[in-house]
Structure formats: C-alpha cells, structure tokens
C-alpha cells in the first residue's frame, strides 16, 4: 500500500470508532487484561497518530513505519473484535 492509502485507511478506521463512540486513549503495557474497549480506544489512538502526520510518498522509511502501524492498527480492530480477517482483507487492496 502507498503512504496515501494507509492514510486514508486510518481515517477511516478512526471514523468507524468515533461512530460506536470510541475515544482515542493511548494505554501503556498488557492490553489484553484490559478488554476489548481498551483496545479499541488504543486502536482509535493509533489511528489518530498515524491519521496526522503529514504523509511524504517519497520517503520509504516512512511508508514501512505506517505499513507496520497499520498492520498494529488492524490486528487491533480485530482483536477488540470490530471486524474479522476477511473484512480487514477486503479493506487492504
């Protein structure tokens, strides 16, 4: 995926939490003993980083460092249960 994309898919991401009424809230350490709200909200909070740095499409460093927060992001949105594999599949062309 292009810098672009991944932009936009984060946008997108932290839209769909901010309609179930998700805030974003950075949390620090084990969040799988803090339920699925935290780790949604810390998903939502990715998203919001990743959402506003301004994107450079010609920098590879920083399209491999938003690859790999978008792959954090969706393993996220997935184990906080908001969507399954397949749907995060058809979201990544």
């Known amino acids: 995926m292009t810098i672009n994309q991944i932009h936009r898919l984060a946008i997108r991401y932290h839209d769909d939490l901010n309609a179930l009424g998700f805030s974003p809230q950075r949390h620090r350490g084990d969040l799988s003993s803090q339920g699925d709200s935290a780790v949604l909200c810390h ?3 990715l998203c919001n ?7 450079d499409p010609t920098s590879i460093g920083q399209e491999a460092s938003a690859n790999r927060s978008l792959a954090i992001i969706q393993a996220l949105l997935w184990a906080g249960g908001l969507y399954t594999l397949d749907d995060l599949k058809r979201h990544t062309p």
């Not at 980083?49 to 994107?55: I, K, R, S, V």
């Open 43 to 45: 998903a939502m909070w």
């Open 49 to 55: 980083e990743l959402a506003h740095y301004n994107p």
